[in-house]
């Protein structure tokens, strides 16, 4: 079974930095690109980055491109979002999420999620 | 603002048909396949239902379908049941190398 585990979430002030991680099992993880996604309380989905297996390339909303970095570490099944300069609209629940495909690429389709690490920066 | 349009909110009776559309332009789903569709209940974390503009994942319901036409594409749930209740989500690759959501549907089964 999926387990993706989400966790780093706080209550921080803006301008301020926050590494959020994400624990995967279950899977094959370094054969799968992995997203984060968020969530701003009562609003829809907004896609925030996205890592290849390898972690050779990687992909970014404007919104936060320049000060997000999206890693992965595939001896630990882990995957970081690393977030800087922090905004009040940056605040939201961010979804960990897998790649549907078992490819070298990004299908642009996720899944399996995880529960979400909420961020809050005020 | 979404870069794709979706309905905020469709209604429909048990037993019967709904269609949600997704609207979007040349450089997402007029373009390319990478449709994806999502159901998320409160509080949920959201389910992938339908991939690639009309296939349905593993344990998925044979109630979901997705199609497209030209910029538009559309999830159809038929035989309504009141679990079916919640958002759903259209996705679809962007030329910018972005991943493109709609701003949510919500169905209510009344």
């Known amino acids: 079974e999926v387990q993706l585990v989400e966790s780093g979430g706080a209550l921080i002030q803006p301008g301020e930095s926050l590494r959020l991680s994400c624990a995967a099992s279950?899977?094959?993880?370094?054969?799968?690109?992995m997203t984060w996604v968020r969530q701003a309380p009562g609003k829809g989905l907004e896609w925030v980055a996205a890592?290849?297996?390898?972690?050779?390339?990687?992909y970014y909303a404007d919104s936060v491109k320049g000060r997000f970095t999206i890693s992965r570490d595939n001896s630990k099944n882990t995957q970081f979002l690393q977030m800087r300069s922090l905004r009040a609209e940056d605040t939201a629940l961010y979804y960990c999420?897998?790649?549907?495909?078992?490819?070298?690429?990004?299908?642009?389709?996720?899944?399996?999620w995880g529960q979400g690490t909420f961020v809050t920066v005020s | 603002q979404s870069a794709l349009t979706q309905p905020a909110s469709v209604s429909g009776s048990p037993g019967q048909s709904i269609t949600i559309s997704c609207t979007g332009t040349?450089?997402?789903?007029?373009?390319?396949?990478?449709v994806s569709w999502y159901q998320q209940h409160p509080g949920r974390a959201p389910k992938l239902i339908i991939s690639d503009v009309s296939n349905r994942p593993s344990g998925i319901s044979y109630r979901f379908s997705g199609s497209k036409s030209g910029y538009t594409a559309s999830l159809t749930i038929s035989e309504l049941q009141p679990e079916d209740e919640a958002d759903y989500y259209c996705?679809?690759?962007?030329?910018?190398?972005?991943?493109?959501f709609g701003g949510g549907t919500k169905l209510t089964v009344l």
């Open positions: 040349s450089t997402d789903i007029g373009t390319y396949n990478y």
């Open positions: 999420a897998k790649d549907y495909y078992d490819s070298s690429g990004y299908s642009w389709m996720v899944d399996s």
């Open positions: 279950g899977f094959n993880f370094k054969n799968y690109a």
């Open positions: 996705g679809s690759y962007s030329s910018s190398s972005t991943l493109a």
């Open positions: 890592i290849t297996g390898s972690g050779s390339s990687t």
